[in-house]
C-alpha cells in the first residue's frame, strides 16, 4: 500500500532557530499533501494544502511566513517552522493524496518541542 | 477549521461491551473517515464510509452515515484492552480532510 516516510520523529530546538520537517510518499506520486498540527490531547487541525509547483494555501489563521510550505516534487513537501517559539511545540502531522486512487496517507508525524 | 464534533469526548467501558461513538459535521461531504490514534502516534486509518452509503462494515467495526442529519457512528463490538486509543471522523469536503475533536476511548480488562 501506499507508503508516507516523516522525518524527523522527534526534534528538540532552540528558541529563534528554524526547523525542517520532510514528508516523502515513497511508492506513489502525491498531487497533494496536507500538513496538520496536533496539541496534547487535541485533535488534528489542518494547516495548509500543497500541491506540486504551486503555493501552498493556508488555512485562517495560519501565518505563511512562519510555517513555510515547499512542494518542489511529486514525492516530497516539507514545513519548515522558522524562528520557532515554545508555543510552537507539537505534533505535526503530514498526509499525501495519491492522485489515482485519491487515498489520504498519513506520515508517522514529528513531534517538535522548542525549548 | 474543525467541522466535526464528537461526542462523548471520553468513554470508558469493561472489555467485552460496545462502544459507540458520534459525529456531527456541517457541510457537505464526499465521503467520513474514522481513524485512530495511539496515545502521541500517528494515525491507523480504520474505515470510509462514502456519501452514497448508509452503513459499513469491518471486523468488529460498524459506521453509519445519515447525510440528512449530517452524522456518522462508529461501533466498536466485543471492545478490547487494545482498543484503548483516541479515535476521530474526519470528512472529506471541498479537496480536504478535516478532523473531528476526537473520543478519547478507554477499554478497562
Known amino acids: 500500500g501506499a507508503v508516507v516516510s516523516q522525518h524527523p520523529s522527534r526534534v528538540i530546538c532552540k528558541s529563534g532557530t528554524s526547523v525542517k520537517i520532510e514528508c516523502r510518499s515513497l511508492?506513489?506520486?502525491?498531487?497533494?499533501m496536507f500538513w496538520y498540527r496536533q496539541f496534547p490531547k487535541q485533535s488534528l487541525m489542518l494547516m495548509a494544502t500543497?500541491?506540486?509547483?504551486?503555493?501552498?494555501?493556508?488555512e485562517q489563521g495560519v501565518e505563511k511566513d512562519k510555517f513555510l510550505i515547499n512542494h518542489a516534487s511529486l514525492t516530497l513537501s516539507t514545513l519548515t517552522v522558522t524562528s520557532a517559539h515554545p508555543e510552537d511545540s507539537s505534533f505535526y502531522i503530514c498526509?499525501?493524496?495519491?492522485?489515482?486512487?485519491?487515498?489520504?496517507?498519513f506520515g508517522s508525524g514529528t513531534r517538535l518541542t522548542v525549548v | 477549521s474543525q467541522q466535526g464534533e464528537e461526542d462523548p469526548q471520553a468513554l470508558s467501558i469493561q472489555e467485552g461491551e460496545n462502544a459507540t461513538m458520534n459525529c456531527s459535521y456541517k457541510?457537505?461531504?464526499?465521503?467520513l473517515q474514522w481513524y485512530r490514534q495511539n496515545s502521541g502516534r500517528g494515525l491507523v486509518h480504520l474505515i470510509l464510509?462514502?456519501?452514497?452509503?448508509r452503513e459499513k462494515h469491518s471486523g468488529r467495526l460498524r459506521v453509519t452515515l445519515d447525510t440528512s442529519k449530517k452524522s456518522s457512528s462508529l461501533l466498536i463490538t466485543a471492545s478490547r484492552a487494545a482498543d484503548t486509543a483516541s479515535y476521530f471522523c474526519?470528512?472529506?469536503?471541498?479537496?480536504?480532510?478535516?478532523f473531528g475533536q476526537g473520543t478519547e476511548l478507554s477499554v478497562k480488562p
Open positions: 464510509i462514502r456519501s452514497n452509503e
Open positions: 457541510t457537505s461531504i464526499n465521503n
Open positions: 511508492d506513489f506520486q502525491a498531487t497533494t
Open positions: 474526519a470528512t472529506d469536503a471541498a479537496g480536504k480532510l478535516i
Open positions: 500543497s500541491n506540486e509547483g504551486s503555493k501552498a494555501t493556508y
Open positions: 498526509s499525501a493524496v495519491d492522485g489515482y486512487n485519491y487515498g489520504y496517507t
